[in-house]
């Protein structure tokens, strides 16, 4: 036998047996999103390096080590996406939408980071995500998370995730920060691990985010970003806090909250949940009010926020908030003999329910095999079309599930007595 092939490690299939919870998380997805009057934006998976080393930032752990970029036949370097926002703005300059006010959008898709697998972190994940363009008050950051807690309360997961958020500051203020974050790491640099020495040179913010328990205890003093807050991010931050309350939206103020990519600035957010281990961050956002103009557009506010697909999945599945519809058909057609009525009755049902799962039986076989089949398909009902049927335009129903009467009737009642007993 040939040797089989896998699939890349950290990137995996998406089987029929959870491809149904899949279908219902994005459908609700684009339900909450349509309700608020987002509109779809889609990308290419592939861009130029550049964007991403322009946006994301040199020095950090994506654009470090995490990008699966590659030179393409003409010798560019390409990078399989990372993340939505930077093609976001990318698209929305292209096309003049940010220009034109085109504020709102979403996405969903795959993205690629080359990171360690693990329960929660894959190599090629999805995010679901949304981002505004051109307004720079606290009311459209409070709208952002107001949709993403309506994802969870349309999952009936609200009481299992927490709001955490902070303010990032203007440029100034974040430079004024990280001068006495220095001066502060600097004097305790023995306690810290070899990558945040590293980062305390080029992105000591990054320090704040190690996940490393000593450097967590040598931070514990450390100054906090709120107190060198710019008057207006602290009015900003302020409004916001209130505005969050006022709406009933419960959170927590965390300054050790900054983000692992260099374009937020002001607000910053992460929903976090403790039943994934430490992959426990579900979604992240904030404000990114330069990148537009960074990437060669016209200035423009921005604010938005990425989902983990998979880690909202396992949440799901983890918390049994979702059941996975298995049944691949309501109704199984079998025949014998009578192939071509099959395909008429079939295809009849189907003109009249659409939104029915109508399964027909193909490879042949007796009605025991038939109806085996029918079985394991999940379907509740089973037509059988035998000579009978067939010469009298009918057919019989039988229920496969539970204690039904099976019963032949009229080819033009069919779709009706199925209806009553389906719908
Ligand atoms: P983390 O700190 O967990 O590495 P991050 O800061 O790199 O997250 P973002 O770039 O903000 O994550 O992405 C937004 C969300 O996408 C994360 O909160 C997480 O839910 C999800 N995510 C990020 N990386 C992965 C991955 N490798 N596999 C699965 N989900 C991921
Ligand atoms: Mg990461």
Known sequence: MAKTIQAIRG??????????????VESTLRQVVANYGYQEIRTPIVESTDLFKRSIGE???????????????????????????ASCVRAGNEHGLIYNQQQRLWYMGPMFRHERPQKGRYRQFHQFGVETYGLAGPDIDLEVILLSARIWK???????????????????????????????????IEQLDEDSRRRLKTNPLRVL????PDVQAAIAGAPSLLDYLDDESKQ?????????????IQYQVNPRLVRGLDYYNRTVFEWVTNSLGS??????????????????GKAAPAVGFAMGMERLVLLLTTLQSVDNELRAADV??????????????????????????????CGGGNFKKQLKRADKSGALYAVLLGDDEATNNTATVKPLRGDGEQQTVALSSLADTLSSLLD
């Open 59 to 85: 020095v950090t752990d994506i654009v470090e080590k995490e990008m699966y970029t590659f030179e393409d036949r003409n010798g560019d370097s390409l990078t399989l996406r990372p993340e939505g926002t």
């Open 154 to 188: 349309a999952f009936g997961i609200s009481d299992q995730v927490t709001l955490e958020i902070n303010s990032l500051g203007s440029n100034e203020a974040r430079q004024r920060y990280k001068d006495a974050l220095v001066a502060f790491l600097e004097a305790r």
């Open 209 to 212: 985010d190690s996940k490393n």
């Open 236 to 248: 900003h931050f302020s409004i916001l806090c209130e505005r969050l309350s006022h709406a009933g």
């Open 11 to 24: 990137m995996n299939d998406c089987l029929p047996d959870v491809s149904g919870i899949w279908q219902k």
């Open 332 to 361: 199984y057609i079998t025949s014998m003999g009578t192939d071509n009525y099959a395909v008429q009755v079939s295809e009849m049902l189907r003109d009249a329910k659409p939104q029915w799962r109508v399964m027909m039986h």
């Open 279 to 296: 992959q426990g961050t579900v979604c992240a956002g904030g404000r990114y009010d330069g990148l537009v103009e960074q990437l060669g």
